[in-house]
């Protein structure tokens, strides 16, 4: 019987270890299990250049959201905005593409204006700012085509 509770105890404190661990794997990983409660904004940019799936959604140096997808609509990238119910954006918002320091990971940046009337789920963001691509200019400068 001594012996049936001694492994009966190692065995529950294996459980409770792997479900600690697997939480923790889920969390530090930025997954969600349930997908989470989010709404969709959509934003149009000529590039995106950088910018992957999973980025942050800054306001004011807070994070409000993640970038859900990206796709090619004509000859625009078309990027799906996943944010916190809580964050109301502003119609007249403007969204740009941000670089973490020098050569760190890109993010959007919302700026919010002064409106009253609120983006709802589905709508779409009209102003924005594409990624400023840092080879370009840098190759612009070296080779003498800077306007």
């Excluded at 792997?18 to 940019?45: C, P, Q, R, V, W």
């Amino acid at each position: 019987m001594k012996r049936f509770n001694l492994e009966m105890s190692v065995g529950v404190f294996m459980l409770v270890g792997l479900m600690a661990i697997a939480y923790l794997t889920l969390n530090l990983g930025g997954l969600e299990l349930f997908g989470g409660d989010y709404y969709k904004l959509h934003a149009s940019f000529s590039s995106v250049s950088g910018l992957k799936s999973g980025a942050r959604i800054e306001i004011a140096g807070v994070q409000v959201g993640k970038v859900s997808r990206i796709t090619l609509v004509e000859d625009q990238a078309e990027v799906e905005l996943s944010l916190k119910p809580e964050v109301k954006i502003g119609s007249d918002v403007f969204a740009s593409i941000k670089t973490q320091g020098i050569i760190g990971d890109k993010f959007v940046q919302l700026t919010p204006g002064a409106d009253d009337d609120f983006l709802k789920n589905g709508d779409e963001i009209t102003e924005t700012e594409s990624a400023v691509d840092l080879e370009s200019l840098i190759s612009k400068y070296v080779f003498g085509k800077v306007e």
